[in-house]
């Protein structure tokens, strides 16, 4: 598993700003319509997954999980997504969202 935590701290160091925009963005669009957070979350989860964006992956977890989505509902929605993705990089997925769960 690749260490994100560091590169975010990287990241923070050296564009605190940007990523405060980036996050504020993120919450105008949540708040923008009348999709709930943890749905909000686990469709990014998807999208993620879409793109292989393992660290994406893992924060939208993070995040679906925080909002109250289970276990059970983050699974169903990565395997939700084969028939559009392929099992190969649903299954990468699946894997990264263990990362989390699990730990």
């Not at 793109?51 to 983050?74: C, M, N, P, W, Y």
Request: charged content about 20%; hydrophobic content about 40%; aromatic content about 6%.
């Amino acid at each position: 598993m690749t260490d994100y935590s560091a590169n975010y701290s990287w990241l923070v160091s050296k564009f605190d700003k940007v990523l405060q925009s980036h996050q504020e963005l993120g919450k105008t669009l949540r708040e923008a319509g009348p999709i709930d957070e943890k749905t909000s979350h686990l469709i990014q989860m998807a999208a993620a997954t879409a793109i292989r964006s393992e660290g994406s992956v893992h924060s939208h977890v993070k995040r679906a999980l925080q909002a109250g989505a289970t276990a059970d509902e983050i699974y169903h929605s990565l395997i939700l997504l084969t028939s559009t993705i392929g099992f190969p990089t649903v299954a990468a997925a699946l894997s990264w969202a263990k990362d989390i769960i699990e730990n």
